[in-house]
């Protein structure tokens, strides 16, 4: 009889093809040939002829089966097998699926989120050219929409280097087969650049800590690393690593990673940004040597090949990257360390929309792994699942040495406007970065542009404009002069006078980094000033180049957004200045007190790290705020027991769950008449549902606070359910049957049952 694979007859596969569309979203059935059937394993890459015309497709086999769904003499061949190896292991098959449901994704689009680019490329060498884009995120999304009507071969390109940026031309036309032409108008769009690149060179090329000594822990970090070992062991556990910036956090990861790989288990770390966070990552490299391999946003296509290639083989045990690390093909996984656990990046936002978090979680459950959550200043929802039994928490209340917490002054800029003082720097913060500058020590000075602009206060007495229904900012909208609620749609007029002081000196709030930094080089012309921001870090290799040259002492000061904000540990560094606090304050966002916290605490920790010791000073219109207060105090059990109450009093996460569906369109009365049609729909089924209707809290059709982008209008429709896991299945059933409902409209419609932004 037939040579089968398994004994019982498997002779069929069961594939997912690769192509990205809903209508081909399922398992198909395949015959396996006589002569593949000793090749043929879950997880292999084959080509399979597909449609009316028989053409050759990629996909991936995701079982193998004794019947198929299809008759036998209607039933197709796989043609080939294309790799030696399975490229996905089968310990993550199941996480396909489970990414689908979770994410509302394709099929396909979890696999390619679990292979590199570089694989379905097929490529092997290197070229001169490489292709960037110019703008990322959102705008990206938009484009390929946008674009999406009009060429393939576009979209194809936009999609890829949106999966990987700094691709050799080359590459970029082997994998998407589009013509040089297409490309060269997308260049002409000024969405894509081309440059002309040297021989590539890793970017990553900070010299080993070589004096790196075994560091006798603290008796904090010695009884985390023996709680972490000792799940190790059994297999299993989540826990979430509190520790003040400075306990030496980094220390516990890679002696807990260090435990894992004396076990025969391998470890997967993410940090939130690899360019910026150079230290943690360093410490990493020295430690674990060849058996780490650093997923880096600089590697080539080719190179990240290699690199994926060394991990599916198994030869590393350690991996350190960004989020999409998170899917690094070990077979042995034993541990999942969350660096800054708190951070937004995690959450993806492209499709699929996952969070690295919940896919960590659900890895470690899957692979019988431990998760370890670290950061100083944890979401809200994750000590809150914490204090629900949800994670153990591991609490480091001490720096290293004993170093104290560094003083946190906070200045009252109204203050500074009573006195006439117009300039961004308060008395106090000018005479501290004098001393600084005259001691030849160095300073960082943040200076927030999230919520730039947006909100209105007053500069007199620090008011902030709200919503009367939901306790959120209002939005300022140039082109009405009014002021919007983005959560309930209420709208309100432009205050003339302060509504609480009634001075004039309300207005809408912003300033930038480069007149930011124009204004400190005319009040210290002779200071150093290094500035990082989006403007100056777009290039390859920018943010080490700046890091390091700050770090070696060619700079005074380093001024920069929120990006300085993580991770960095320069001991010279005795003065941190926080130009504006208040601007993340007013988003309007139901964590905008939570955002605001951790980066000021975030980056006051940068701060007395070395002998000198150091100092913060925080300037702000509202020093009486809770967020700047407890920041103030390090004190982060106290905010979060105050913000906790604001949260459950309100209906905010963690006590709901918000699910968004995005919708863009270039009519604004289309895309009005679909969001306001989806409501009413979703509001019919669920009246019809009694688990739906006992979940709900509320849903309601608005204009998205980023009301239009790149000429197309957005709105979005927000569900608002009780977070019970129950009421979470049966939201997730709802949503596919609305997006399927909406999949022949044109408008462009997202579904993001776990969005941590509602911009
Ligand atoms: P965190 O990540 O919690 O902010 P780090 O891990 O960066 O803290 O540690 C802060 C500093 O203390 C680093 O320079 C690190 O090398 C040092 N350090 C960590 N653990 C120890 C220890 N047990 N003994 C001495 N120095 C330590
Ligand atoms: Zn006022
Ligand atoms: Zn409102």
């Keep these: 009889m037939r040579g089968s694979l398994v004994e019982g007859g498997v002779v069929y596969a069961g594939v997912i093809i690769d192509q990205a569309h809903p209508s081909l979203d399922r398992v198909f059935h395949y015959i396996i040939p006589p002569e593949l059937r000793e090749r043929v394993q879950v997880g292999m890459r084959v080509q399979v002829p597909f449609g009316t015309s028989n053409r050759m ?8 089966d004794t019947a198929a769904d299809v008759p036998d003499d209607k039933i197709k061949a796989i043609d080939s097998v294309l790799d030696d190896y399975p490229v996905l292991p089968q310990s993550m098959i199941p996480l396909i699926g489970w990414m689908k449901e979770e994410y509302h994704c394709l099929s396909i689009e979890a696999i390619r989120c679990m292979i590199p680019p570089g694989l379905r490329a097929n490529v092997k060498k290197k070229a ?5 884009l110019n703008d990322y995120g959102d705008v990206v999304e938009e484009r390929i929409d946008h674009i999406a009507r009009k ?10 280097l949106a999966q990987q940026d700094g691709i050799p031309l080359e590459e970029v036309r082997a994998v998407t087969g589009a013509p040089l032409s297409s490309i060269k108008s997308l260049e002409k769009r000024g969405w894509i650049r081309i440059e002309q690149q040297e021989v590539y060179r890793n970017p990553w090329d900070y010299e080993p800590d070589t004096g790196v000594q075994p560091k006798a822990l603290t008796d904090e970090q010695r009884s985390a690393i023996e709680t972490l070992e000792a799940a190790l062991i059994r297999g299993c556990g989540k826990f979430l690593l509190q520790g003040v910036t400075g306990s030496g956090k980094t220390e516990v990861y890679i002696q807990a990673a260090q435990k894992a790989l004396a076990l025969n288990k391998q470890v997967i770390v993410l940090v939130p940004e690899i360019s910026l966070t150079p230290q943690t990552v360093e410490r990493f490299k020295s430690h674990f040597g060849q058996r780490v391999a650093i997923l880096h946003s600089g590697l080539s296509l080719g190179e990240r090949y290699d690199e994926w290639r060394r991990i599916r083989n198994q030869q590393v045990d350690v991996v350190v990257g960004a989020r999409s690390a998170i899917f690094a093909p070990f077979e042995r996984l034993g541990l999942i360390i969350v660096d800054e656990a708190h951070e937004d990046s995690y959450k993806s936002d492209m499709q699929p929309r996952y969070h690295a978090v919940g896919v960590a979680r659900k890895r470690c459950e899957l692979e019988g792994a431990v998760l370890l959550l670290g950061s100083a200043t944890p979401s809200l929802t994750d000590y809150y699942l914490a204090e629900k039994g949800m994670y153990k928490t591991i609490k480091m209340k001490h720096r290293v040495d004993h170093r104290p917490l560094p003083p946190v002054e906070i200045v009252d800029m109204r203050k500074e406007i009573e006195l006439g003082n117009r300039s961004i720097l308060s008395g106090a913060l000018y005479r501290a970065l004098a001393d600084v500058l005259q001691k030849g020590e160095q300073a960082i000075l943040l200076l927030n542009r999230r919520g730039y602009a947006q909100f209105v206060s007053c500069r007199s007495c620090g008011f902030v404009v709200k919503c009367h229904n939901c306790d959120i900012s209002l939005t300022y909208h140039a082109y009405d002069k009014t002021l919007k609620c983005h959560y309930c749609g209420a709208s309100y007029p432009y205050p003339n006078v302060c509504p609480g002081c009634g001075s004039k000196y309300i207005k809408h709030f912003g300033i930038g980094t480069q007149r930011a930094e124009e204004e400190i080089k005319k009040l210290f012309p002779q200071a150093r000033i290094i500035r990082m921001d989006m403007d100056t870090t777009s290039t390859k290799g920018a943010h080490q180049r700046i890091l390091r040259a700050f770090g070696e002492g060619k700079y005074d000061i380093l001024l920069g957004t929120q990006m300085i904000a993580k991770g960095l540990d320069f001991p010279r560094v005795t003065l941190v ?37 150091g100092r913060v000073i925080i300037q702000t219109y509202q020093p009486q705020h809770y967020a700047i207060q407890f920041a103030a105090r390090h004190d982060y059990v106290g905010f979060y027991s105050r913000e906790i109450e604001i ?4 209906l905010y996460p963690p006590f709901s769950h918000i699910i968004r569906i995005l919708m863009m369109d270039e009519k604004e009365e289309d895309l009005i008449r ?9 509001k019919q089924r669920i009246d019809g549902s009694p688990v739906l209707k006992q979940g709900l809290i509320d849903v309601g059709a608005y204009s998205a606070p980023l009301e239009r982008i790149n ?18 299945q049966a939201y997730h059933r709802l949503m596919d049957e609305c997006l399927e409902r909406l999949m022949g409209v044109k408008e ?7 969005p941590l932004s509602l911009l």
């Design 748 to 754: 462009t419609t997202i579904v993001d049952f776990y």
């Design 577 to 613: 200045g926080v130009i504006a606090a208040d601007t993340s304050l007013h988003l309007p966002d139901y964590r905008s007190s939570e955002k605001a916290f951790q980066l000021i605490t975030q980056v006051a920790g940068r701060a007395g790290r070395g002998p000198r010791g």
């Design 57 to 64: 497709v990629e996909g991936y086999v995701v079982r193998l």
């Design 647 to 650: 949260r459950r009093q309100f």
């Design 711 to 728: 000429n197309r209008y957005r709105w979005q429709v927000l569900i608002r359910i009780r977070p019970d896991d129950i009421y979470k």
């Design 128 to 132: 001169q050219k490489l292709v960037f």
């Design 151 to 160: 060429s393939k071969y576009m979209t194809d390109v936009l999609r890829l």
């Design 674 to 682: 679909l969001a306001i049609d989806t409501r009413d729909w979703l």
